[in-house]
């Protein structure tokens, strides 16, 4: 999906001979329709990703002033944006904005919880999140999280 969205809507450039293409601004991007997006795959993705850009090349948000927040006024922070719940907004903290005590819960990690930490399932996922981020250490759960997520997709081993 990516590579279709560079290709069709962002810049080209020439590297040693080679076109490549960089990924869309969200003005490029906020120029495309729903019907456009869902043409490159992107599915029940398209809604999400064009009112998104939208949001972003028209200044109403910007999901770098997430960063000007502690952790979980960050996660709320980021939930405004169309199709991002907590999960999501855990992801974009720990993997592109440096909150490294993000802990995305997905369906590997439940399990994990669950299995191996029953005592950090909590009531719902905020609670859930800050009692995994202890039992992980808050300041780098998120990469806790990730070892956990790859020792279970791998089978253990």
Known sequence: M????????????TFDGDTYFAFPTPDQLAAATEADLRDLSLGYRAPYVQRTA????????TPAAARDH????????????????????????????????????????QTAIEDYYPDCDG??????????RRQFGDRYAGYAQTYVFFYLRTGGE
């Open 123 to 132: 009531s719902d996922y905020a609670e859930t999140s800050r009692r995994i």
């Open 70 to 109: 502690e952790y979980e006024d960050a996660r709320e922070y980021l939930t405004q944006f169309v199709g991002v719940g907590d999960k999501v907004a855990d992801c974009i903290l720990l993997f592109s904005l440096d909150f490294l005590e993000a802990v995305p819960l997905d369906t590997w990690i």
């Open 2 to 13: 990516c590579t279709r969205l560079a290709e069709q809507y962002g810049d080209s450039v």
């Open 54 to 61: 939208e949001m972003v090349a028209d200044g109403e948000a």
